[in-house]
């Protein structure tokens, strides 16, 4: 018997909201999202916008508590993998950056990431980031009753390392309710026809970290910031999903 915590419709509603409420707060940083801005005035903008909504940010004082996270976004600039710390670094043309964004609305968690991109970037760059969208894409895809986990992991390697790009292998998507983070744990990497069977009911993040040079990483002293162990450039994209009887629906659209 699965010990996954199948979500009820109700619960499946609340998270809707909370989805929605995620993916407002990236349409309203879009405009800031441009040389100049610093990190701090970014976090600032989503976190008084999730609270006027009735939200609170799910990452600030998140984890142990002798290092709590200090922030309401996650702001991963260029080499910065994921979970960067805002704060006075001003963006600059030619940047990305992964904004990564939770709430806590009626109970239930919202999760999701963009990258965006500051001005121009290089070819190069602007390879990268199409590429983990699509890799996203690619695993959302074969999200349906029946198939399993590994299914999800195997169709976003196969684009990624498909496109000479490394697959982060240290960071997951993991499943998502009344706590930020349940099981299952979603690999972005793996063999088709291996782990969990999906079920309707079953509500997880999918979220690639795809690396333009090596898949390795690095855990910076504060505690938090994961680079890319080169230096090179990162990307990630993430939404919450919730597997349907015919299929799925991306509740932070």
Not at 144 to 155: C, E, L
Not at 217 to 225: F, H, I, M, P
Not at 227 to 240: C, G, L, R, V, Y
Request: aromatic share 6%; net charge negative; glycine share 12%.
């Amino acid at each position: 018997m699965s010990r996954i915590a199948l979500k009820s419709a109700r619960e499946i509603e609340a998270m809707r909201r909370a989805g929605a409420l995620v993916a407002e707060t990236f349409r309203v940083l879009d405009p800031f999202v441009k040389p100049g801005v610093t990190l701090a005035e970014l976090d600032r903008i989503a976190e008084e916008h999730i609270r006027k909504n009735g939200a609170t940010p799910a990452y600030l004082g998140y984890g142990p508590r002798n290092n709590p996270f200090p922030a309401t976004i996650c702001a991963s600039v260029n080499e910065v993998i994921c979970h960067g710390i805002p704060g006075p670094l001003e963006l600059k043309e030619g940047d990305i950056i992964g904004v990564d964004i939770g709430v806590l609305l009626d109970g239930v968690y919202g999760d999701a990431c963009y990258t965006y991109t500051v001005g121009q970037v290089s070819p190069e760059v602007q390879g990268l980031v199409d590429t983990t969208r699509e890799s996203l894409k690619a695993g959302l895809e074969v999200v349906r009753p029946g198939n399993r986990t590994g299914d999800i992991g195997h169709a976003i390697q196969t684009v990624a390392e498909g496109r000479g790009y490394g697959v982060v292998r240290e960071y997951t998507g993991h499943g998502i309710g009344k706590r930020l983070h349940e099981e299952p744990t979603i690999y972005h990497w793996g063999a088709r026809y291996t782990g969990l069977k999906l079920q309707p009911g079953m509500v997880f993040t999918v979220e690639p970290m795809i690396n333009l040079g090596t898949p390795d990483t690095r855990l910076l002293s504060d505690g938090w910031t994961v680079i890319t162990a080169d230096k090179k450039p990162s990307a990630q994209f993430e939404h919450t999903v919730v597997v349907t009887p015919r299929g799925h629906e991306i509740l932070t659209l």
